[in-house]
Each structure stands twice: as C-alpha cells, then as structure tokens.
C-alpha cells in the first residue's frame, strides 16, 4: 500500500460516485477494495452450509421477533467472532440530520442481527455502519454478549470519515477490525498495565514498612503519589515533569520529603509551585490536604520512577481498586497476584441495573426530539435533549458495600458513555461542537458508597476521580476541568451499612476483664500429634453494640453492589458475636437467622425499590439464594399482593473471583424492580478458560415470570411440605474435630470397639468407602466417657478439644466430646431398620442407594429412613432427579447439585400407584441396587460416579475413552441403563403420564444437569416440572383434609391401622395434573400522557401498548381513551420509531424490532 493506492481509493469512492440509494449496487464494490487497500483477504463465496458462512456477504439469519414469529434477514457483511456490518448509501451530508437518522437505525438494524445469530457463533464485539464513500461508523461491545453496541473508541471520535483513510492510525485500526478486534478494547492493555503498577507499589510499601513507617501512613503517602502520576499523564500537571522531579531527588535523597510537601501543598490550593518551576492547578478534594511525605532512601525513590514510567492514563479502575488495596495492605500483598472480579463480570450486573433503564429512557428521547426536529421545531428537539442530559447528571447510584469502588466505577463509566452520545447529540442540534463545562456532568458526587474499611473507603474515592477525569478527556479533548480539579463530595462514607448504635463498647467479663476469641486465621502445631491447631494466643477484642438501628443509607435511584460472602453458620466466627446479634435483632422478623449475610442488602434495596425510593437494584449473591434459608427473604417480596416486587433480570448460577482473595465462587444474579414484570432469565450453557481472570461463559437467554428460585416457568419455590413425606429424611452427623475418626486397623477399634461406629461421608457412596469409624458418645456424659472408654477419650481430649475450646457456639465448646451435631432424630428414625436409603448431599450425578442400618452418615449425606425398595426406585427416576434439580441448590467450585430434603424430598408427590404398579417399581429397584453393589464387589475400583459419568455419556451417544470403555464393561453400564429406562416408564405410567415418558426416557440429563438440552425435551421437562407442582398443591389440599399418605406410616402415624400407601389413594389421578389458568380481565382504556407529561411518556406509552403483537394504528388508538385526539400524535409517534429503526412496518401494522 502507498500513498498512491490510497489517494486513487479515496477519489474514486469519494468523488460522488453516488447520490444515495444504491448500497446494494456498490457496498460489496466498495468493501472489496477497501480490503484490498488495507491488505485483507477478501469475503469467502457463501456456502450452502450457512454455518460455514463465517466471512461472506449477505449472510442470512432468521430473527425472532418479540411475539415469537420468525423472519428471514441478510447480513450485509459478516465476519464471524469480528463484526456485523450494516450498509447505507445516504447521499445525505454526514452529520445531517437525515445523515443520522439513517445511521441511528442502520445501528438497531444491525443490533438485531447480532441477536439473530446462532448462538453457538456467540456475538461479535463490533458493528460497523457504513456510509459508502463517505463514512465508517464504528460501536462495540466488548463482552461480546450482545449487550449494548456503543460508540467506538469514543462518541468523539467513532465516526471515520474517508478521508481519514490517510492516517496509518485509522488504517491499523480497520485492519484490527477484520484481523483481532478485541485487541482494541481498552481495558486489555489498561489490565496489564494496571497489574504492574500494582506489583511496584506492593514492593515499595513493603520496603517502606520494613524501614518502619505504620502501614496506614504508607497508604496514604503512595495514594497521593499515584495521583500525581496519573496527573501528569494526563495533563493536569506538565508533561514529565513530576517524573523528572523524582529523577532530580533520587540524587538528593534527603530533600525527598520536603519537596514533595511543596508540591503537594501548591496542589491543593493551586499556587505556583516552586520544585516544579510552574503555576498548577488547584486539586484540592482533600487528598493532599496536611500532606505529611514519607523519607525514602535512592533506591525506594527509584521504585517510584519506575512506576511512573508506566502509561498512567491507560489504568484501568474497574480493578485497580482492588489491586491497589491488596498492594497496600500487609495481610493482603501476598494475594496480590491471585485472580481479581473481572471486568465483563461486574458489567453484566452493571448494565441490567443501571445502565439499560437509562438507555431505554433516553431512547426515548431520542424519539421525541428526532419527533420534533421532523416538524422542524428545533429548539423543542434541544430542550428534550437538555432536560435528559440534566436528569442524568441527578441520577445518583449507591453501592451499599463498595469496597474499592469497581462497580461505581463501572457505573461512572458507562453514563460517561451515555453523556458523550447525549452531547454528541445536542452539539449536531445545535450546530455546536461546544457545551458548557461549567453546567451539569456527570461526575462522582452521583456515585455513592458505603464501605467499612477505611482504606478501601479511600481508595474507592481515588478510582472514581480517576476514572472520571480519563472520561473527561476523552469527552471534552485537550480541555481541563473546571477548578477545584477534586472536590470532597462525601460521596464514599465509611461506616456499616447495616446497623448503627448508640455506641460499641469492649464485652468484659465478670472481673472485669476483656472478652476475646482466637481470630480465625493464626495456627500452630500440635505438640501432641503435629497437626495444626488454633494458636489460642491470636485474639480479638468482642464488643457489644449499645442500642443499635438500623443504618441509614442516602438516597438513589439505582443500588447495585457485590455485598460480603459469609454464610450463616461463619458469620459469628467472621464478624464476632457481638455485631452478629445486633444485626440479627435489628432485622428480627425480616432476615431469618438461617441467611446468609448478604440477604440484608437483599431486604433493605427491596424495601427502597418497593416504597419507590429507589428505581432499581442490582445484587451479586452466592448461588446458594434459591436454597430456602435464603428464599424466605425473597418470597415475602415476591409475592405481596398490593405492592410486589419483581425481579426483571437473573443469572442463577454464575463463575465469579472473590474480590479479598482471588477464590473461584459460584454466585447468582438478581435486579428487582416493583410492580409486576417479566423477567429474562440468563443461564450459563458453557464455560471456557478466559484470556485474562474471567472464564469466558456463552449464556442462553429465556423471558418470563421470574420466580423465587430464579427460574422461569413452574413454580417449584412455591411448592408446600407434605406430611406425607415428614419426618423421614434427616442430614448426617456433624462431627467437628478430626479426633473423632479413626482409620481402619487402628488398635482402639478393637479395644473400645463400643465406642465406635461405621461412618460414611458423601466421597464414600460417589467413590469408593474408607471403612473409617468414628468415636461417637452419642448419650454418654463426660464422666461416662472418660471412665468407660479411656482410649478413646483421650483421642477426642488431644483432637477435638483444642478446636471446639475456640468455637462461638457454647454447646459445641461445652460438649465438645460429643459430635457438633449428633442427630438424635435420625438416629431414632434410623433404629431397627436393617436398611435405609443415602444420597450424597452434593454430587454431580443424582443416586439413591441402601446402606446397612448400623452405618452412620455424616453432614455430606441425606438419610432416608425407609426400607422399602419402593421409594428407592420412585426416586431413583428422572421423574424425581428433575424435581431435585429444580428445588435444589448448587454448592462449590464444582458447582454441583445440592440435595436439600426439606426442598426436595420433603415436598414431593409420589404417585398415587396401584399393588401391580408397586410391585414392578419394587423389583427394578431392587435390580439397580444389586447391579451396582454386584459390580462394585467384582471390580473394586469401580465408582459409582464413573458408572454414571459412562451412562450419561451413552445417552449423549458421545464416544467412549479407554477408561469410559473399560468403566461400562466391568460396570455393565448398557444393562444398567436399561434398567433404569424402564424404571422411568413403570413410574410414569404410575403417574399416568405416559405422554411425556416418549419425550423423556432414555435421553441425557437424567441423574444430573445437562445445559445443552434440546428444545423439546425442555418443554417436556418444563411441563413435567408443572404438573408435579400442580400435584404437590393437590397432594396439601387433601391433607388439609385430613387425608395423608404416609410413606412410612407405621414409624410417622403409629396410632393408625397398618395400612399400605398404595390403599391410602384417595383422588383420582387418571386424568394428569395440570397447572390451572384463568381468563384474563379485559383492560381498561389507557390514558395517553399530556402534552405537560412530555413526549418521552407518550413515546413509552405507545411502546407499551404495542407490546410485543404487530397491531395497526386503529388497534392501537382503541387503546387509549379519546383515540381520536390522540391518533395523529399516535402515528406521528410510530413514523418516527419506524425512522429510527425501532419498528418495522408490516402492511397496515407495525411491529417493535425489540
């Protein structure tokens, strides 16, 4: 390429070549040459596979419109996993107002095409509009979720016009287009950027905290330093010259101290400044106010200047926050290069929460004003564009535990971007590129925080001023802003956000000494056995809260926020006893005990958004909020008649980095807004290794009623507890110290053998058992113990004592020789019975199988006391194994299914089955069980989890590895599955749901979660989960009745006459269970909003009232009342939605393309 090849492409396309309509005659011309200018390889032929269509022109995509139909549609040009690119040929002036019309809808043209993809092609992170001859018009979407497509790099600057082409800048980063687009997204460099600053200040604070220098005073003196670089970089101090300052000290060492107080004190009231030789601007905002500089040595000095040669402009405060907090706290550094929350991740949150409501109101906007501007009202367009612009700059966003200030920060981000669209906007109207800097902006004092630690607290106000002034640049230029540069808005408070009180005070006890517990985390080495024990010397003060309240939290239109893990049972041990009792009696009657910590950030945003002090709000929990300990904060909200709340968006279960360690979790997603609406449910259909700390997720995407659960379609949160199933199925023991087990062959089982029991974990039924006991004094008294078995007793004296002695719960330290939790229910369910059914709490695949009754299971085991093979076949069905995933939770990294059986035994229907029925469920239970315990005995090192992992694998008809092959002959996997396919159709012809048997039996997914289902199996499984909850509802009437079908009536209703369950049947359940509807009232006519409401109402209400059918004008004026006032508004309204590409005209009636 020369400069030749680009002048000839520049006047051959540039010299008006066209007036305009005639993009189909010239766009693919035109795009291959340009391709050829830039030395790209030109689009493939189109194949008649559209999936290998992956670089063609007019590539065809079918979309789906709201309403459910389909249509077919072309992609101009598409090149897969880069860009959709959409052509026009105006022949209109770029930057008119026809010129941008016609880009505003070629973009939401080509957003929906996006949408229309496969999934499996996932969304590319650009669309490109191209103007021929005259303009490229880049957005993106660096998530590459299909999220919103916005301006590219900048609004300043996202238009290429042709003769740009010139510029080897512009031409690379076409080229980065067609060849390596996420190589443009910003935060990429701006992440590595950031981990290495981050990596010189955690080394220069260590140095200084071995000199001596408290950690805090560190902390201080380094954030100042990073900002004064940052200025630099920036501009708002000159060029290089706090970088040539350090160069000079280093050589003088010792005036270090003294010179940086100069400038700092010239920086906060905006002096001339001596060390520098120049006037600078006045910062203020507190930072370098009483500015107190640290001594450093030459080399200390020298780490400085090598963090000042980093690009300080490219940080990216999304996770510098977080680095720079781990950086500068001693107990954190060494996390330092563990994984921090990645970016795409908080955004995904971000967007639904604060983001796309403002988007959509300034969507509207954008209708009213390019409404007005058609009639030539100018003035009218620039007051609904101002008035937008000064609701955005009032709109304040709270992040209740902001820690460092990343979802803030996100937040300030992505209305920046909305701003600079917003004035890009105002400027054309106008006929001004200027606005005024002094007016409304968007800027920090909006984004609002509450945080408890006092460095994070200043951290978080240090990311969002940076994160403000690099988007103050790329706004407004070269241009700096108005003085004071940093303002103490108070924005980010440091206090709880959950309680106050009238004061703390240390707990002492009765002389009058402090109260203390171990911390947690110090340990030492046993002297006895070696092992690590609490080091019962590290101890924390326990306070007591005087008179505590609730907390106050300021006001805002959006919460959102990443809130502390703790579960229940760790928050005393992480928060102390003191703070945990006041937060509980504070919230008595509103948070239940049982939830965990986070669900009292979920109750008060609910209350905010219910009581509409608040708009929205967004919450990062553990996935663990579908479990009932945690639904009972949701469902009250959920389910309030007159005032309900709604959750409009869910991720159910999502990867997630642990902003204080860099731990993989799994957590959910929710945002909840009042007033009934539906919802879209996202669901992670596969993960990958990331580039960078996020694994890459592809999601699926569904839209109806969320439920408490998080789930759309049945509701299964809802189903009720049966008396029947009661009183049966109970969680192992909790042991709480390893002096309890014992290994097998140890001398003191034989010794004490009394005191020993066989004990099982959950490891032992997925893998293989251990024959490990336990020395259980389950009924015996201290006293007891110690006489009767000495042994033993000094096992459990020297293993668990030391543990428990540190433990917060009195019971566990005053009996700490019994087991934490000895579950004497279970043991009085469990005694005489030969047999009893086990399932492993948390598994990947979902079995039931008989252990013998003197075995005794552990906390990772949900016990069935019954014997009957009945139960054990009726639950061993995928019938029951899609009820436990519906109604259960997931737990760990592994993310696996959790058995809950209050959840998911507890409110099950068995079917009301007839003798022969039974019987037949009875004997192939029994074959299962004795299939797998025959094979095991044979093979020793067959699993049951490999068994099942081979199963599944067949029913996927994927191929089977050495191993696999080797698992299915000695398990004799094909003969299993046979059994239990026919076990699947004896027990729904014993519901009498015969029909979905032929949509269900034999496919996969049938003993654990198979995201990749297709579309008909999960209808079948949707309406199977339906009728089962419309069973349960039935199964609780009757026995409001009076009439229950015990499942083991001789242990839960002695008094009765011995009966069967199969002669207990008492309804018909020939005809199967359906869930119920009813028709729904007619609506009443609406009131169109008046003229003084504005057009951005009129706008939304029209959108409503078309929903998501295609109606005509007629339909659509009968809605409102005085439809003939309102129908010309009405069509004026849908012309202009139709200009900008928001609704697409079929006939007579129109039809939203969103």
């Known amino acids: 390429m020369n400069e030749t090849d680009i002048d000839a492409f520049i006047s051959r396309w540039g010299g008006g070549v066209s007036r305009g309509g005639n993009e189909r005659a010239n766009l693919q011309m035109f795009l291959t040459e340009l391709c050829t200018l830039l030395d790209l390889s030109q689009p493939d ?220 004190q010239s920086m906060n009231k905006g002096d001339f400044c001596g060390v520098l030789m120049t006037q600078v601007l006045r910062f203020n905002g507190g930072l370098f106010e009483g500015a107190d500089p640290l001594p450093l040595t030459a080399e200390q000095i020298g780490q400085l200047i090598d963090a000042a040669r980093a690009d300080w402009r490219q940080v990216e405060p999304a996770i510098f926050g977080t680095l720079l ?140 001023w940076i994160g403000y002034l690099q988007w103050h640049f790329r706004t407004y230029g070269h241009v700096n802003p108005p003085e004071p540069v940093l303002r103490d808005f108070h924005n980010i408070e440091c206090r709880d956000a ?117 708009r929205r709000f967004g919450f990062i929990t553990t996935n663990s909020l579908r479990q009932t300990f945690n639904r009972r904060v949701l469902e009250p909200h959920l389910n309030d008649p007159k005032a309900p709340l709604s959750l409009v968006f869910a991720v159910p279960d999502h990867p997630w980095v642990e902003a204080s360690d ?27 290794a990331g580039d960078d700390d996020a694994r890459a997720v592809e999601l699926s995407e569904r839209e109806g009623k969320l439920f408490a659960d998080l789930a759309i379609g049945a509701d299964v949160a809802g189903a009720q507890k049966l008396q029947a199933n009661v009183g049966l199925a109970f969680r192992g023991v909790t042991l709480m110290g390893s002096g309890f087990w014992i290994e097998p062959g140890d001398p003191v089982i034989k010794q004490e053998f009394e005191a020993m029991t066989p004990l099982r974990n959950g490891k032992d039924l997925t893998a293989r058992p251990r024959g490990v006991f336990a020395i259980d004094f389950f009924g015996l008294t201290l006293e007891q113990a110690r006489e009767r078995f000495p042994a033993s007793f000094q096992r459990v004296l020297n293993g668990v004592k030391p543990e428990r002695d540190q433990s917060k719960r009195a019971a566990y330290r005053e009996k700490w020789w019994l087991f934490a939790e000895p579950r004497p229910d279970l043991r009085s369910a469990k005694a005489g019975l030969s047999r009893f059914l086990v399932t492993p709490m948390t598994a990947k695949h979902r079995f039931f199988q008989f252990l013998d009754g003197e075995i005794l299971p552990d906390q990772g085991i949900v016990a069935i006391t019954v014997t009957d093979a009945h139960i054990l076949g009726t639950i061993s069905t995928r019938i029951h194994v899609t009820w436990a995933l519906a109604t259960g939770g997931r737990l760990g990294v592994g993310n696996d299914p959790r058995y809950n059986h209050s959840r998911c035994f507890e409110t099950f229907p068995f079917p009301a089955a007839n003798d022969t029925q039974i019987t037949t469920i009875r004997d192939l239970a029994k074959q299962i069980d004795a299939h797998r315990k025959r094979q095991q005995a044979q093979h020793p090192e067959l699993t049951l989890t490999g068994i099942y992992n081979v199963l599944d694998a067949l029913r996927r008809e994927t191929p089977l590895s050495v191993r696999e092959k080797t698992i299915h002959e000695q398990g004799l996997v094909t003969l299993l599955r046979e059994l239990h396919d026919q076990l699947d159709t004896a027990v729904f012809e014993a519901y009498g749901w015969q029909d979905l048997a032929k949509q269900l039996i034999g496919r996969p997914g049938a003993t654990c979660p198979w995201p990749d289902k297709p579309a008909d199996q999960l209808q079948a499984e949707e309406e199977l989960l339906t009728r089962l909850v419309a069973l349960n509802a039935e199964r609780a009437a009757e026995e ?92 004026e309204i849908l012309a202009t939605l139709e200009s900008l590409g928001l609704l697409q005209r079929e006939g007579e009636r129109y039809r939203l393309t969103r």
């Open 45 to 264: 032929p189109a194949s008649a596979d559209n999936g290998q269509n992956a670089y063609v022109f007019e590539r065809s995509v079918t979309e789906r419109l709201p309403d459910g139909s389909t249509t077919p549609r072309s992609l101009d040009l598409y090149k897969r996993g880069c860009f959709v690119l959409e052509g026009k040929d105006t022949g209109k002036q770029t930057g008119s107002g026809g010129w941008d019309a016609a880009i505003v809808k070629a973009h939401k043209q080509a957003e929906n095409y996006v949408k229309a993809l496969p999934a499996a092609e996932g969304r590319p992170p650009f669309i490109i509009v191209v103007d021929v001859g005259r303009t490229f018009v880049l957005f993106s979407e660096f998530t590459c979720t299909g999220g919103n497509y916005v301006p590219f790099p900048d609004p300043r600057s996202y238009r290429i016009g042709l003769e740009q082409l010139r510029s080897e800048e512009i031409r690379e980063r076409l080229r980065a287009l067609w060849l390596d687009p996420l190589s443009l997204d910003p935060s990429r460099y701006a992440g590595r950027v950031t981990r290495l600053i981050a990596d010189t200040l955690a080394r220069l604070a260590k140095s200084l905290e071995e000199s001596g220098a408290d950690a805090e005073r560190v902390a201080g003196f380094l954030s100042r330093c990073l900002f004064t670089m940052f200025a630099e970089d920036v501009g708002l101090l000159p060029p290089e010259s706090f970088s040539k300052l350090l160069v000079r000290l280093k050589e003088q060492p010792e005036t270090f101290p003294d010179a940086l107080k100069s400038l700092w």
């Open 325 to 464: 907090e781990r950086a500068l706290n001693p107990h954190e550094r060494h996390k330092l290069g563990a994984h921090y929350t990645p970016r795409a991740y908080v955004e995904r949150l971000v967007m639904p929460t604060v983001i796309e409501p403002l988007r959509a109101a300034w969507e509207d906007v954008q209708v009213a004003a390019q409404n007005h501007a058609r009639q030539g009202k100018t003035q009218d367009a620039i007051a609904e564009v101002r008035n937008f612009h000064g609701r955005l700059c009032q709109t304040r966003v709270l992040d209740p535990a902001c820690g460092s200030g990343n979802f803030l920060y996100v937040a300030l981000e992505h209305m920046k971007r909305l701003e600079g669209e917003v004035l890009e906007v105002l400027g054309r109207l106008q006929k001004s590129a200027s606005f005024e800097l002094e007016g409304f902006t968007v800027n920090p004092n909006q984004f609002l925080g509450l945080e408890v630690n006092p460095r994070a607290a200043r951290i978080a106000d240090i990311v969002l």
């Open 498 to 614: 959950l309680i106050q009180a009238k004061a703390r005070e240390p707990l002492l006890d009765d002389q009058g000494q402090p109260v203390t517990v171990w911390d947690g985390r110090s340990v030492k080495a046993s002297p006895i056995t070696g092992e690590d024990i609490p080091d019962e010397t590290q101890r924390l003060q326990v306070y007591r809260y005087l008179e505590p309240r609730r907390a106050e939290w300021p006001e805002a239109d959006f919460i959102v926020g990443n809130p502390p893990f703790i579960g229940a049972a760790s928050m005393r041990r992480a928060l102390g006893d003191g703070y945990v009792d006041a937060v509980r009696k504070v919230y008595s009657g509103l948070v239940p005990d049982s939830a965990d910590f986070v669900m009292y950030w979920w109750q008060i945003a609910a209350e905010k958004v219910r009581k509409g002090e608040a």
């Open 662 to 688: 860099g731990a993989a979790v799994r957590i959910a997603m929710t945002v909840g807004v009042a007033g009934e609406h539906p919802g879209l449910l996202r669901k992670v259909t596969s993960e990958s």
């Open 1040 to 1131: 409001a009745q009076g009439t229950i079908r015990w499942l083991r009536p001789d242990y839960q209703n002695p008094q009765a006459p011995a009966t069967t369950t199969g002669e207990q049947q008492t309804a018909d359940l020939d005809t199967p269970a359906t869930a119920t509807t009813t028709a729904k009232p007619k609506k009443g006519k609406i009131k169109f909003p008046t003229a003084r409401a504005g057009i951005p109402e009129q706008v939304a209400a029209v959108k409503s009232a078309l929903g998501k059918q295609a109606r005509s004008l007629e339909e659509l004026t009968d809605d409102f009342s005085d439809p003939k006032r309102t129908a010309p508004k009405i069509a």
